[in-house]
């Protein structure tokens, strides 16, 4: 049984300031690594993907990847009351295979 | 840029009744997935197509079925429906095994099951 865990909050953070988001998986097949963000009621809208341990930097979001240790995180530089969201994690074996989600961290910026 | 089509937005259906959903990806994308979510729930994986070929089978249950077209579009049959199905149901694309696996989600279709 593949598991994706994640802290499901809230995490409250000042504007400005880095978010700090963290993910662990149990299938240790797992290829590929993915952020989603979703807010309620809509559709999950991808962040960031990451397939290599280390870190992956695109504008104010930071993925880091931990293979030995099944870890993933996400970075959000100079939060915004716009990020508020929930943070999906998901990961998936590759190919054309189905994403298993944890079940979110729901993010509040506060202005 | 073009994104997953998903039609319909909004199904209201009876118990026991049967519905359809269809989903039109990304152009270029060869690859489709079907997840339902739940109130307060992550996405669950249903079940994935590549090329017209089942590829992945997630949770779905017995009296769904789904189906890739010629043109790559997918269709999400669901019979007998039940109050538990009310549900978001997503679709989301990709450009498959050989290309970049990054799945692309649709705005959804919200079924709701009296």
């Known amino acids: 049984q593949k598991e994706v865990e994640q802290n499901s909050g809230p995490l409250s953070v000042p504007e400005g300031a880095i978010a700090s988001l963290n993910c662990t998986y149990s299938?240790?097949?797992?290829?590929?690594f993915f952020w989603y963000r979703q807010y309620s009621g809509k559709s999950p809208e991808l962040i960031m993907f990451?397939?290599?341990?280390g870190d992956k930097e695109d504008g104010r979001f930071t993925a880091q990847l931990n293979k030995a240790s099944q870890y993933v995180s996400l970075l959000i530089r100079d939060s915004q009351p716009s990020d508020s969201a929930t943070y999906l994690c998901?990961?998936?074996?590759?190919?054309?295979?189905?994403?298993?989600f944890g079940k979110g961290t729901h993010l509040i910026i506060q202005p | 840029a073009a994104g997953v089509i998903q039609s319909p937005r909004h199904l209201i259906k009876e118990k026991r009744e049967t519905a359809t959903l269809k989903c039109y990806p990304i152009?270029?994308?060869?690859?489709v997935y079907w997840y339902q979510q739940g109130p307060g729930q992550d996405p669950q994986f249903l079940i994935s197509?590549?090329?017209?070929?089942?590829?992945d089978k997630g949770s779905i249950p017995d009296r769904f079925s789904a189906q890739q077209f010629s043109d790559y579009h997918s269709e999400l049959n669901m019979s007998s429906l039940e109050l538990g199905d009310s549900a978001l149901y997503f679709c989301?694309?990709?450009?498959?095994?050989?290309?970049?696996?990054?799945?692309?989600f649709g705005p959804g279709t919200r079924l709701l099951v009296l």
């Open positions: 989301a694309s990709s450009l498959g095994p050989s290309g970049e696996e990054t799945q692309y």
């Open positions: 299938d240790r097949g797992s290829q590929s």
């Open positions: 990451i397939y290599s341990n």
């Open positions: 998901a990961v998936t074996g590759g190919g054309a295979d189905g994403l298993t």
């Open positions: 152009p270029r994308h060869d690859t």
């Open positions: 197509f590549y090329e017209k070929m089942q590829s």
